[in-house]
């Protein structure tokens, strides 16, 4: 393995990001479908986990940019890739992070009907018996 002493480190917690970034993609795309607090808490927080190993891969890339070395040209898209990723992931877990704090770009956790179902389905219904005016 070329570069330097920061290369190994770097690839791990690149392939960590990549996978965790793509799982928080999917629960992102479960969130879109179902648009619920719950969906949105579940992809909020594992963007933010993604996020954060993004971040480590981020620090390491640089890292490994300013101690030098010889890398070769296949090293130095995957840093120019996670470093691009780094702002992107960013951005995503702050739209994400909006719904938290506004309904008007998620669900919104201060919705007063949230969790009360379709209009007037809290409405007793009646589910057999004697029916009024009912002859026997």
Excluded at 86 to 108: N, R
Excluded at 119 to 134: I, L, S, Y
């Amino acid at each position: 393995m070329g570069g330097n002493g920061a290369t190994g480190y770097f690839l791990t917690f690149a392939l960590l990001a990549a996978v965790l970034g793509i799982l928080s993609k999917i629960a992102g795309g479960k969130h879109l479908r179902s648009w619920r607090n719950d969906s949105l808490a579940a992809a909020g927080s594992s963007s933010l986990i993604a996020w954060a190993v993004t971040a480590l891969a981020f620090g390491l890339a640089c890292k490994e940019i300013n101690v030098g070395g010889w890398r070769g040209w296949r090293l130095r898209i995957v840093e120019a890739f996670v470093i691009i990723l780094a702002f992107t992931q960013l951005l995503y877990v702050a739209v994400l992070h909006a719904g938290f704090f506004s309904s008007a770009y998620g669900p919104g956790y201060r919705d007063p009907d949230y969790g009360l179902g379709a209009p007037g389905a809290h409405e007793p219904v009646p589910k057999g018996g004697v029916t009024a005016g009912a002859t026997i």
